[in-house]
Nanobody, 125 residues
Framework: QFRLVESGGGLVQAGGSLRLSCAASERTFGNYNWGWFRQAPGKEREFVAAITWSGLNTYYSDSAKGRFTVSRDKNLLFLRMNNLKPEDTAVYYC????????????????????WGQGTEVTVSS
């Protein structure tokens, strides 16, 4: 019954921007930490960013730092991506950490319990 649904992916030129959204089916997901991951063709899923339930703490991968911004509003999660590069091309997934972690952010995919179906981002050179 609990679902996460991503949107906002698409085709963009290098240097452009996109904002991804993730909507949780239940408002109670506002009580959990969330994360963004991505998976490029032929590669493993990798961590992008995470945010605490309060929105006060965030954590980014080195590739995302300075270009991407994660934010949230109630049961909505966002990822603002600026200065996109071809190597950012991937399917992007949002995920919820239902463990009850509060101020510590998880970055390993197995620490997240619920996943969306993904939204595809393609960055052309």
């Amino acid at each position: 019954q609990f679902r996460l649904v991503e949107s906002g992916g698409g085709l963009v030129q290098a240097g452009g921007s996109l904002r991804l959204s993730c909507a949780a089916s239940e408002r109670t997901f506002g009580n959990y930490n969330w994360g963004w991951f991505r998976q490029a063709p032929g590669k493993e899923r990798e961590f992008v960013a995470a945010i605490t339930w309060s929105g006060l703490n965030t954590y980014y991968s080195d590739s995302a730092k300075g270009r991407f911004t994660v934010s949230r509003d109630k049961n909505l999660l966002f990822l603002r991506m600026n200065n996109l590069k071809p190597e950012d091309t991937a399917v992007y997934y949002c995920a919820a950490d239902l463990s009850g972690r509060r101020n510590a952010l998880a970055w390993r995919s197995y620490e997240y319990n619920l996943w969306g179906q993904g939204t595809e981002v393609t960055v052309s050179s």
